[in-house]
Structure formats: C-alpha cells, structure tokens
C-alpha cells in the first residue's frame, strides 16, 4: 500500500483562512518597519553550512542539533537550510559591500528551518521577521530597536509582553567571566548534565542556557557576567535602560539571559509572554558587533532582533483580532453564451475600475449561481441574462442591503456598484 502523503513533521500549510491572518500581519508589519527607515532584504534558504557554524557557534543547541543539513548530491557542497536570518544579512551585506558609504536598516520576513521537537509554538518550519542595523555602534540604536518593538505591540494590540534585558560585555570581560564560571562548575560538575559536562569545556556559557530543572540551582548560583562588566560597557547599557526610562518602556534586568546563539555582545534582549505556555518568548535580539569579522569581512557594529510569527499570530488570535477573508467586492451570474462572452468583458471593467470582480466559472443555474454569489460574500451580484444582453444593460443586485435590483446600462455600472459597495461598507469594521 502507498503511504498516504502529508506534510513534514513540524511543517505546517497555512490554509487561506489562516493566511488572511498573515496577509494582514505583514501589512502591519511593513507599514511599521517604513516608519522606522528599514529596507527590505531577501536572502536564499541555503546557504553554506560553514556561515551557520562560524555565526551562530559550534557549541550551541542550533549548530549541535537542529540545522537541516546535507551534501549536495550534484557537487558535494555542504548545504544547511537558514536556522535564522542574521548569519545571511550580514554575509549578504559583506558579499554586496552594502556599508561601504553609510549604515544600513535592513528587515527581512521568511521562513527558518530547526529541527526541534515540534510542539505548540514550536515548529521546525517557523517564520520570523527580522531586523538588522548595520553599522551603528551606539546605545541609541540598541534602544530604538526596543522602542520599535514596543510600538509593534501597540499597533498589533498586544499587552502582557515583557521585555528582559541583559547585558553581555566585551570579549575580554566574557572571558574573565568565563574562567570564573569554569572554576565554579567544576566544582558542582557531579551536579551537571551530560551536555553541561561538555560544555563546560567547550563553551562554559551555554551551561546557562541549559533548560533542565535540574541544573536550575548550578544555574541560579554561577557567577554572574553582568558583574564582570568594565565601565564602558556599563555606560553602554546605562544608555540603553536611560533611554528606555524616558521611552516609558518597563524591562527586567535578567543577569541569566545568554541568548542562544554565540554571536552577541553588550545588549541581549527578550520580549516575552506568559499567555503562549512553554514557546513564551516572542522576539530575541541583540548587539553583535563581531559577527562581521567572525566571518571574514571587514569589521562593523551592528544589532538587531527577529520575532517568531506563529507565536505572534497566536496572540493577536487570543486577543480577539481576527481578520476575515473580505470576499470579492462583486460576483457575476451569467447564462448563455452571448451573456458569458459580456460577463468577461464586464469582469475586466470592472477590474479597471479598481473594484474586485469574481466571474462566476463552471457553469450551472442561475439559483446556484446565485448561491456561489451569495456564499462568495460579495456585496453585489452582477446579473447578466440573454435580457440584459439584449438591451445591452446589467443587473446590479446588492446582497448585503434591503434595496432593490437596478438594470444599469454598462457605462454607468461601476458607478452604480460603487454606490452599493459604499453603502454596505458603512457600520463594517476590519480587524
Ligand atoms: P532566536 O531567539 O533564535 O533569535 O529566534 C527569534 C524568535 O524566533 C524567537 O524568539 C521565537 O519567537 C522564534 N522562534 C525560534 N525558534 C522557533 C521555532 N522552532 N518555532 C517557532 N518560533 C521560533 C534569532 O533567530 C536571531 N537571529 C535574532 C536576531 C536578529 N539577533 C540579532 N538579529
């Protein structure tokens, strides 16, 4: 027997009602990004495996156990479908020398691939928007990033999303952290996981960001990197939270925020949620400013965030705010031939006049055309019968209204169902 065919494990369609949610996400989401001077970029899902190792770290959950990878059967080449959207701007940036004259606001909307274990917000195929500021150095930018993001909730009409905030230093501070942290796990190394015990040769810092409970109290006791941090990465984050104050924007200081990818420094941030259970954080970002070097261009500053947007849609669906499928602005019914050969030209006239016309296809009687119409929730059907092709006029028959059918002749219809059409809208509301 043939296997019945279904989607990947963790993969989901997203099915046209679903998808009106997304349409009109973007369109906020875009909207949103244009006020704050982003631009668009659109980078490939593959790219080569070393760009993901070298960016987001050997020694990290992503790299170690969730990247989609594979060698190209055609030429050998090591191939890894993006986990996150950062590794490629900035290799994007690099490749094109996008910061050769001045620093660039770049946003970014698609899908990421991790092999995780699926669960309710948790996909292996998950979609984020994400933002990249490139080449700026300052604590100015790492707060506007955070200002954006709490206007976005603003605008998507979500509250109960809290911002944590930490603060990652310099290299030479992570690494004095670093020691102190080693010396303080080998002690409780008996208390260790497995993955904890590598780590803590490997890369000592992710040993915080281990989610079994029962490394919480090691976790709860390490040293504290925040304490480690010299005076101007201090100033830096003082900058950060004063600008943050004035924004009237609250956050929670949370020394134990590592992020999960390698390449931070100074700020690292986390909006999250209780409202989602176990997958609570929304977005995640940071400042980066070696990522540049990290793999092989020119060094430059940078920062950036992206959010996951099944979690986001799933808030805005709790909150209430769901958007429907608006249905065509006009359906036509037609019968006969003479009629059909009318109806498409009609189609088109009215598509010229910006109004949006389904042309009934497939045939069938007036009675079930109408039922299409009906179902189709269009304001107006256009009624067009061996009568009206006769005396060279349509019907214009509102469905939405109490009033009455209208013969129009053909050059005053967009008007007439432009009046129709203005009618029904009034009292309606989108999301
Ligand atoms: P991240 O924290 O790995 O950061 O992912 C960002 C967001 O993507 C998460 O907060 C979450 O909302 C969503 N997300 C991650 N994994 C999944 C999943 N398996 N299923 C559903 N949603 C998920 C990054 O990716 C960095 N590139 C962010 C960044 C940009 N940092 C600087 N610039």
């Known amino acids: 027997m043939t296997q019945k065919l279904q989607a990947v494990r963790g993969m989901n369609d997203i099915l046209p009602d679903a998808a009106e949610q ?3 996400f973007e369109e906020t989401i875009r909207t949103w990004l244009h006020r704050y001077g982003y631009r668009n970029i659109r980078m490939p899902l593959l790219e080569h495996t070393s760009l993901f ?4 770290g050997e020694v990290t959950d992503i790299v170690e156990k969730e990247m989609y990878s594979f060698v190209d059967d055609l030429n050998g080449e090591h191939l890894t479908l993006r986990p996150e959207g950062t590794a490629s701007t900035v290799r994007a940036a690099m490749e094109h020398n996008l910061l050769y004259d001045a620093p660039r606001r770049l946003w970014y909307i698609g899908p990421m691939f991790r092999h995780e274990r699926p669960q309710k917000g948790r996909y292996r195929q998950f979609h984020q928007v994400g933002v990249e500021a490139l080449g700026y150095a300052g604590p100015d930018m790492d707060a506007e990033l955070l200002v954006m993001c709490a206007r976005l909730w603003r605008d998507l009409g979500l509250s109960d999303i809290k911002l944590r905030l930490n603060s990652l230093g310099s290299l030479p501070e992570r690494m004095a952290h670093r020691e102190a ?9 008996d208390e ?3 993955d904890g015990t590598r780590r803590l040769e490997t890369n000592p810092l992710r040993v915080l960001d281990s989610k079994n409970p029962a490394m919480q109290s090691v976790i709860d006791g ?4 925040l304490d480690f941090l010299g005076d101007v990465s201090l100033a830096h984050f003082d900058a950060v939270k004063r600008t943050l104050d004035d924004a009237g924007i609250a956050y929670s200081i949370d020394p134990r925020l590592v992020r999960g990818l390698d390449y931070y420094n100074l700020t690292v941030f986390e909006w999250v949620t209780d409202r989602l259970g176990a997958q609570g954080t929304v977005c995640g970002g940071g ?11 020119k060094p430059a500053p940078a920062a950036g965030f992206a959010m996951g947007i099944e979690r986001l849609l799933d808030l805005i669906e709790q909150a209430g705010r769901v958007a429907k ?8 019914v037609h019968q006969g031939d003479a009629a059909q050969k009318l109806a498409f030209s009609v189609a088109e006239q009215l598509r010229d006049a910006a109004i949006a016309t389904t042309l009934h296809c497939g045939g069938g009687s007036f009675k079930s055309q109408m039922k299409k119409a009906d179902s189709s929730r269009a304001a107006v059907a256009v009624i067009i019968g061996e009568d009206e092709v006769a005396a060279g006029e349509v019907t214009v028959k509102p469905l939405r209204l109490d009033t009455p059918q209208q013969r129009v002749p053909r050059a005053a219809l ?5 009046a129709v059409i203005g009618r029904s809208m009034i009292g309606q509301h989108s999301i």
């Open 414 to 418: 967009a008007s007439s169902v432009g």
């Open 22 to 24: 997304w349409l009109a």
């Open 222 to 225: 390490a040293p504290r990197l």
């Open 192 to 194: 260790l996981d497995g």
């Open 53 to 56: 190792r070298r960016a987001i």
């Open 325 to 332: 499928h608006p249905g065509p602005d006009v359906y036509i």
């Open 287 to 297: 400042r980066y400013d070696g990522l540049f070097e990290q793999i092989g261009g």
């Open 181 to 189: 942290l080693v010396a303080y796990l080998r002690e409780r190394r």
